[in-house]
């Protein structure tokens, strides 16, 4: 039986906002392209200080990768404190995790100033393993984050339904719904001294005082752009190179709230689940995350259903109501790029690599981000800044990633990519194919419609691969995606895939 299609629990719980297109041309203070965590936090923290705004998005507000996240507020970040200490300092280590802890109490001070209904909630977060031989890791870096000052400390007690040897838990962590955070935000956002406009891609910024963002609907002038896409879309910064792309499968099944784990959880083992609920009012959904794999280099279908099993084992009265699937990107020493696009770009500012930590990351950002335009200084803003190189923490991940991709990119163009024909794909079935000499990227849809596309991505013409589960193209380099008629559903790309179906 195939499997339905993708939908966020978030946005199908909650009712979607709905804000006109570009009409043309804006003038604002300030630009921002992208309406997720980033984008709309920088956007509202400016306008309450009295700058004029205006944000676009390619598609809906806070329905791309905000709108599919977790969304655990949390300074839990992983196995992240011992390693900051050792290749940052301790200092670094306690700016990480001040920046972080302060980014909780933010976004608690922001939904009760704007009255936000969006179920957050205070609770604690574990760091969990069911292999003894990781026990002393655990505990080394619950050692850490005590040093830091962070609530935190080692327990053997992992309140799960299956056994676990100990944890890392950190208290006064949260959780919310996502997506009516966001679109609260946006109304905040839009009026007065703010604009906010849907269905309008960035595709270029250009000029320097003021700067343009050129859109697919016409075009927007600021003084300072903020760019707040998950990777910037912009090539300039190198970006696609020093952050590598991180996906994930999501499942949501109903379950009794009594029956919810109390707190939010990640295990270190290999492959990791995360684990959360979700209450809105009698009704309860356990949130399962899978591992996480770079963009097709993985079976998406077989990674769903390893995931539907861990659920069904661990969790057997719980309902498979929703799956999604979610992406963000991995810096390579860990920490995130905040701050200005280029050391020569004084007016134009990105936020990337957030290691699927974006909702207080996201929010540190903003803070950061929206301080440098304003002129004021930022206790964080050097150890995120976004042009820094650390040779020490980053050298062999930057040359392992990169060396990978350059081998991606020259193996598709010298090897014969596939002898099947288009014609032998079944309904259903997706992949590269030939037709005639020409290869090409062909999906056949359940009523038989071939559908053929480039098999290069439109950024930087890496051959893409198809992605069983979602029914998309991915590309394996950059993280960009497209869906089965060519169209953009993740950057860093701007352009749809030529068509290559018959007339």
Known sequence: MALAQPRSLWLESASPPSYPTLPGYAQADVAVVGGGIVGLTTALLLKEAGLSVVLIDSGRIGAQVSGHTTAKITSQHGLRYEYLIQHFGEQAARTYAESNETAIAHMGAIIERLGIDC????????????DSGREDELKREAEAAERLGLPAGYVNEVPLPFQAVGAVRFTEQAQ?????????????????????????RALSVRGERPRRVITDRGTVTAR??????????????????????????????????????????????????????????????????????????????NKYHALERFVHEHFPAAELSHWWGNQD????????????L??????????????????TV?????????????GVDNPWADLYRATRLKPRASGGTFLQTNMHVAGKWIMDRVR????????ELAPGEGGLAKKGNETVAAYRDQDGTL??????????????????AERSWDCPCHGSRFDIHGRVLHGPAVDDLENKSEP
């Open 342 to 359: 280029t050391p020569g770009s004084k007016h134009l500012y990105t936020a990337c690599g957030f290691n699927a930590w974006g909702m």
């Open 416 to 423: 014969a990519r596939t002898e099947r024909s288009v014609y």
């Open 119 to 130: 179920d957050f909630e205070r609770l604690p977060s574990y760091l969990y393993t069911r």
């Open 176 to 200: 919310f719904q996502p997506y009516r955070y966001l679109t609260a935000l946006a109304d905040a956002v839009d009026g007065g001294n703010g604009a906010v406009f849907e269905q309008t």
């Open 224 to 301: 300072d752009v903020v760019i707040a896409t998950n990777l910037p879309f912009l090539d300039r910064g190198g970006f696609f190179t020093k952050a590598y792309p991180r996906r994930h499968l999501v499942i949501a099944a109903k379950l009794d709230p009594t029956q919810l784990p109390a707190g939010t959880f990640l295990s270190v083992d290999q492959p990791s689940r995360s684990l959360r609920g979700y209450r809105r009012g009698e009704d309860g959904w356990l949130i399962a995350v899978g591992d996480g794999f770079k963009p097709g280099h993985a079976d998406t279908l």
């Open 451 to 468: 559908h053929m596309l480039s098999p290069d991505c439109s950024h930087l013409r890496c051959g893409l691969l198809w992605n069983r």
């Open 362 to 374: 996201g929010t540190v950002a903003a803070e950061i981000i929206s301080d440098r335009i304003r």
């Open 329 to 340: 990107y991995d810096s390579m020493d860990r920490v995130p790029y905040i701050g200005h």
